[in-house]
């Protein structure tokens, strides 16, 4: 680790923090419902769908209207990739998408996944990626920033009987920050060199005088939803390490910005919305503390080696170069890592198969902590939210009160939705890895033996269930077996995550707000994000650590006892 490369990593947070106060203010507006810049296209989309956009949705109905949304957006694109191959825009001729994969990539984009068992370049078509998957990356992301302000609103007033309405929600947020956003951005990208064309691909004349042929699209665009929106799916099958996602470190820096912004923004929109700001400050304040103890130890742990490499007479100057781009450095590899994993976003720019095992476990286990720090666009918010609802329970135990939350009292009910929303990931992960462990049809999938085979394949559950999208990269996914799972377990981990997290915000809705007294918590401190952040950090350890100890931890101790598996 070098002064440069922490000076580096300064710098990125520190832009990304001065951009998401002002952007926080913008978010809360939307919320409100006080930007209209674009009122008259508004309207022809509510006239279009027969909304009325002044109509208040229970819990129930606001989520059901998300579930239709969303269920819309699966057949629409599932048909679509199954029929690609008679559709136009098609310049390489790439043929339609077999069942299997057609459903898992439909599920995968749908759930702000974004977990590709395909190589983009060379299994979708221009129209593919444009009219699907691009505009999954924009409804998927306008999904869980909807349902972030439904529960910010939950308790910001009492005796709520509606948490607004999904549709309008789902419009402003696409029309006023998400699409703005992307284009700016994507203009960025191109003046940077990535490209924007329709053109098919180009040929080039190699250094030993062979033909090649370069993969050309509509990349730029493409790619700024993909972090705007934490989604993750690149347009190239190696993601931000192909040198025309990721051409450069300004690049790279850019793409963790736009990771970053709009979920730690999230956070201090809440503080807005609830009419304390120091609420939202307090959310922030655990979320960075994570991204730069995770970034911390990826960094380190990269910067040390392999023990294997460096017994053989390898440079430890160097550190562990393997499956990283020297043009990004080990800085900017540590914190890409941290934060796309820790936002929910799933882009790579190196490839963790070849990351030392703790680089390695590190990621994997923010992924496992529930993808709230800062967690993707507005479900890391309301992942966040429920983590705070067990910090305030888990006090209240301590000194024999009933618990508190912003004014609400936090009962049996809420406590028993959030474990029950707290436990789909651990099911999900968990036991879809054991059962692949053992059975022949997912054992031939794995490339390596031993505890970096295990890791692959709990890597590629954690990833699937958390609506991460990153894989380690030695799996071989696309089977009908991995793809069937692995977009089950997309579908619990977005979906049977959300329902009982919307249940309880009705609850939360439902209770009266009283002003807080000399008994209460404070929530907006230290003590509270200390004892936050421990109840996350103790949640994954108590759930995962067995199955990490058995992966990453145990191909740790085997490579500095000089062997491997």
Known sequence: MTAHGWAQIALVLAVILLTAVPLSRYIAAIAAGRVTFLAPLERLFYRAGGIDPGQGQGWRGYTLAM????????????????????????????????????????????????????????AMSHLSQMAGLAVQNFLSAATGIALAFAVSRAFAAGNLRALGNFWTDFTRITLYLLLPLSLVLGLAFVALGLPQTLAGGVEATTLEGARQSIALGPVALQVAIKHLGTNGGGFFGVNSAHPLEGPSALVTALQIWAQQVIPFA?????????????????????????????????????????????????????????????????????????????????????????????????????????????????????????????????AGLMVGRTPEYLGKKVQAREIKLAMLAVLVLPAAILGFAAVSMVLPAAITSIQDAGPHGLSEMLYAYSSAAGNNGSAFGGLTADTPWLNTTLGLAMLLGRFAYVVPVMALAGAIAAKPRAPEGAGSLPTHGPLFAGLLAGVILILGGLQFLPALALGPLAEHFLLFAGTTF
């Open 266 to 394: 999230l956070a201090l929109a809440f503080g807005r919305i609830v009419g304390d700001a120091r609420q939202g400050r307090a959310l922030l304040a655990v979320m960075l503390l994570y991204v730069l103890g995770a970034t911390a130890a990826i960094y380190a742990a990269e910067a040390a080696g392999n023990p294997l490499h460096l017994a053989a007479g390898l440079d430890p100057a160097l550190g562990n170069m393997e499956g990283k781009e020297v043009r990004f450095g080990l800085a900017l590899t540590a914190l890409f890592t941290a934060t796309t994993t820790g936002a929910s976003c799933g882009a790579v720019n190196a490839m963790l198969d070849s990351f030392t095992p703790l680089g390695g476990m590190v990621p994997m286990f923010l992924i496992q902590l529930g993808e709230v720090l800062p967690g993707g666009v507005g479900s890391g918010l309301y992942g966040m939210l429920v983590f705070a609802m067990l910090s305030v329970f888990v």
């Open 67 to 122: 579930l239709a949304t969303n269920a819309l957006g699966f057949l629409l694109l599932y048909a679509l990739l199954r029929l690609q191959g008679a559709l136009p825009l098609n310049p390489q001729g790439l043929p339609g998408l077999s069942p299997w994969l057609a459903f898992n990539t439909a599920v995968s984009f749908v759930t702000n996944t974004n977990w590709q068992a395909y190589s983009g370049e060379v």
